[in-house]
C-alpha cells in the first residue's frame, strides 16, 4: 500500500507527523494522548471484555467493534502513559469508521513511517505494531463467521 492508498486519516496523521523536526513530532503525540477517546460505558464497565497487549511497557487494552463492515477501536491506556496513549490514540482516530479491507490492508510497519523511531524507543514502537496488529487479529476473529 502506498502513501496515495493509505486512508485519509492515517495518510494525514503521518504527514502531520513528517512535516514537524523531531522535537515537535513528540508534542504531537502527547496531543494524540490527550485525544484518547474514552471506552463507550459497555467497555468501562466490562474490562473482562477488552484484550491488553502485552507488548507495550504500559498497561493498555483494546477492543474492536465490528458493525456492518465498519470498524471501531476502542482503547485504554493510563494518563501516566503518554506515548502509549498517543500511540493507542493515532489508531483509535485513523482506523475510526474504515472498513474490514481497508484495516487489514493498513502496512504492518505504519508505525514506523511515523518518524518517532528516533524520539521514542524501539520497545515503544513495537508497542504500537503490537497495538496494529492485535486489531487486525480481532477484526479477522470477528469477521471470519
Given at each position: 500500500?502506498?502513501?496515495?492508498?493509505?486512508?485519509?486519516?492515517?495518510?494525514?496523521?503521518?504527514?502531520?507527523?513528517?512535516?514537524?523536526?523531531?522535537?515537535?513530532?513528540?508534542?504531537?503525540?502527547?496531543?494524540?494522548?490527550?485525544?484518547?477517546?474514552?471506552?463507550p460505558?459497555?467497555y468501562?464497565?466490562h474490562?473482562?471484555l477488552?484484550?491488553?497487549?502485552?507488548?507495550?511497557?504500559?498497561?493498555?487494552?483494546?477492543?474492536?467493534?465490528?458493525?456492518?463492515?465498519?470498524?471501531?477501536l476502542?482503547?485504554?491506556?493510563?494518563?501516566?502513559?503518554?506515548?502509549?496513549r498517543?500511540?493507542?490514540?493515532?489508531?483509535?482516530?485513523?482506523?475510526?469508521?474504515?472498513?474490514?479491507?481497508?484495516?487489514l490492508?493498513?502496512?504492518?510497519?505504519?508505525?514506523?513511517?511515523?518518524?518517532?523511531?528516533?524520539?521514542?524507543?524501539?520497545?515503544?514502537?513495537?508497542?504500537?505494531?503490537?497495538?496494529?496488529?492485535?486489531?487486525?487479529?480481532?477484526?479477522?476473529?470477528?469477521?471470519?463467521?
Amino acid at each position: 500500500m502506498s502513501e496515495s492508498e493509505l486512508p485519509s486519516a492515517l495518510a494525514t496523521i503521518r504527514a502531520d507527523f513528517l512535516a514537524l523536526e523531531q522535537h515537535e513530532r513528540l508534542v504531537l503525540l502527547l496531543e494524540f494522548a490527550n485525544e484518547l477517546p474514552e471506552l463507550p460505558l459497555k467497555y468501562a464497565d466490562h474490562p473482562d471484555l477488552l484484550e491488553r497487549v502485552e507488548e507495550c511497557q504500559s498497561p493498555v487494552f483494546i477492543f474492536v467493534d465490528v458493525e456492518d463492515g465498519v470498524v471501531q477501536l476502542h482503547a485504554s491506556a493510563p494518563k501516566e502513559a503518554p506515548t502509549t496513549r498517543g500511540f493507542a490514540s493515532i489508531l483509535a482516530q485513523g482506523l475510526a469508521g474504515l472498513s474490514v479491507d481497508e484495516v487489514l490492508d493498513v502496512p504492518d510497519d505504519y508505525p514506523l513511517t511515523l518518524g518517532l523511531t528516533e524520539a521514542v524507543s524501539p520497545l515503544r514502537i513495537r508497542g504500537m505494531s503490537a497495538l496494529l496488529g492485535r486489531t487486525k487479529r480481532q477484526v479477522r476473529e470477528k469477521t471470519a463467521a
